[in-house]
Structures are given as C-alpha cells and as structure tokens.
C-alpha cells in the first residue's frame, strides 16, 4: 500500500509498505530522506517550446524497467521515455517537448546512478 501527503508547501510523505519517505521538491533539487539530487530539467513551458538538445536524466539511483521509445522515434511534450523504479515506487520520466530521439543511452534491467543521462531529444 502507498500513500502520499503534502505535509507542507514542497514536503511530502510518502509511505510504502510500511516504509516512511520523507521527499524535499524545491527548484533546484529533490532531496529524499536528505539524499540530494539536482534538478536537471525545467519543467516549464518555456522548455516545451524550446529549441535544440534536452536531456532527461535519472532523478535519483535507480533501475531502469521499461524503455518506452527507440532511437529516431518522433515523440510529442508528456510522452513517456522511461520508467525508472526507484525506493519502491517506479517513475515514468516524459519529454519536455515534442522532438525526435537521437541518443537513448538507458535499457531495461540497467542499474542507474542519480543524474546519468538516458536519452537525448532533439
């Protein structure tokens, strides 16, 4: 079972299968149990109209169990890329903006480390 409460403004709690998760959302990081990852990404609109390379990168250590497009696809802004599980609880990392994949660096079963580039849009 899993469930996720906003305990304030960024903080959240989640808890699966018994397990407490304490994750720290702010514009520059994600902090989970006080682990640190930078914000790679923008997450605005003016990324989805953006021009040239975006990268989507992983948000934390974690195992690649789903690569949902292939080199050369054409993908449109929300389209899923990857699905990445990580503490238990699996993340379908999306496409800034609509573009065509020229690198995909992740596959399934991949052990990932926090930051590793999975694939290019361009």
Known sequence: MTSIIEVEPGVYSIL???TSYE?????????L???RVPRKQ????????A???????????GKVVRVLVSPGQEVT??????????MKMQ???KSPRAGRVTSLNAKENDSINAGAVLAVIE
Not at 77 to 86: D, H, K, R, S, Y
């Open 23 to 31: 994750v720290r959302i702010s514009r520059d990081e994600i902090a």
């Open 16 to 18: 699966v299968d018994g």
């Open 51 to 61: 021009h040239g390379k975006v990268t989507i990168v992983a948000p934390m250590p």
């Open 91 to 93: 993340n379908e990392l």
């Open 77 to 86: 802004a929300g389209q899923g890329i990857v699905v990445v599980e990580a």
């Open 42 to 49: 923008k997450r605005s609109s003016a990324t989805a109209g």
């Open 33 to 35: 149990n006080g682990y």
